[in-house]
T-cell receptor, first 109, second 116 residues
Framework: GQNIDQPTEMTATEGAIVQINCTYQTSGFNGLFWYQQHAGEAPTFLSYNVLDGLEEKGRFSSFLSRSKGYSYLLLKELQMKDSASYLCAVGDNTDKLIFGTGTRLQVFP | GAVVSQHPSWVICKSGTSVKIECRSLDFQATTMFWYRQFPKQSLMLMATSNEGSKATYEQGVEKDKFLINHASLTLSTLTVTSAHPEDSSFYIC????????????FGQGTRLTVV
């Protein structure tokens, strides 16, 4: 079956670094995506990993280990506007994107 | 970047009526679009895959007669919630990819459906 797990909630302080983990078990693998979603809005794309290793994009980085079925999203220099839900999604062996449970991140001053 | 437009943004309807939600790819052609439902504080649950020119593929547990999907052109998919009930109140979001499986999915703005 398809299973994608993330922590439900996390909190962090402005200016800090936070790591959001995602583990997955899916039928096939065509890449792992991270999306950010603010309440009441559609998700917006953050990153894509298909090969093992770290992808860095500004304050956000994403890591993938296919052998471990594991990814993390790293957010540096946290800002208040980073308070949102972060969704891990895996492309399976069709065209579908299967989403994880999502992690609600709250950043405090 | 690719744009997906969804309409309406929000709708309030009476119980028992039907509501149609449109999803358009504005600057690319999408042979496949995806419909998701999201309840408060939960993640996106895939409802169905909309295929241009053929029947939609529904996920397990989703009633195909209740959630009618039509994908009549390469840029438009519609989701009709038939005989809506309060438990159908949710955030419905469509998405499409401008390319293969290695490309990101672009999302519509979402439709907040409230059935009263």
């Amino acid at each position: 079956g398809q299973n994608i797990d993330q922590p439900t909630e996390m909190t962090a302080t402005e200016g800090a670094i936070v790591q959001i983990n995602c583990t997955y078990q899916t039928s096939g693998f065509n890449g792992l995506f991270w999306y950010q979603q603010h309440a009441g809005e559609a998700p917006t794309f953050l990153s894509y990993n298909v090969l093992d290793g770290l992808e860095e994009k500004g304050r956000f980085s994403s890591f993938l280990s296919r052998s471990k079925g594991y990814s993390y999203l790293l957010l540096k220099e946290l800002q208040m506007k980073d308070s949102a839900s972060y969704l891990c999604a895996v492309g399976d062996n069709t065209d579908k994107l299967i989403f994880g449970t999502g992690t609600r991140l709250q950043v405090f001053p | 970047g690719a744009v997906v437009s969804q309409h309406p943004s929000w709708v309030i309807c009476k119980s028992g009526t039907s509501v149609k939600i449109e999803c358009r790819s504005l600057d690319f052609q999408a042979t496949t679009m995806f419909w998701y439902r999201q309840f408060p504080k939960q993640s996106l649950m895939l409802m169905a895959t909309s295929n241009e020119g053929s029947k939609a593929t529904y996920e397990q547990g989703v009633e195909k007669d209740k959630f009618l999907i039509n994908h009549a052109s390469l840029t438009l998919s519609t989701l009709t919630v038939t005989s809506a009930h309060p438990e159908d109140s949710s955030f419905y979001i469509c998405s499409a990819r401008d390319g293969g499986r290695e490309t990101e999915a672009f999302f519509g703005q979402g439709t907040r459906l409230t059935v009263v």
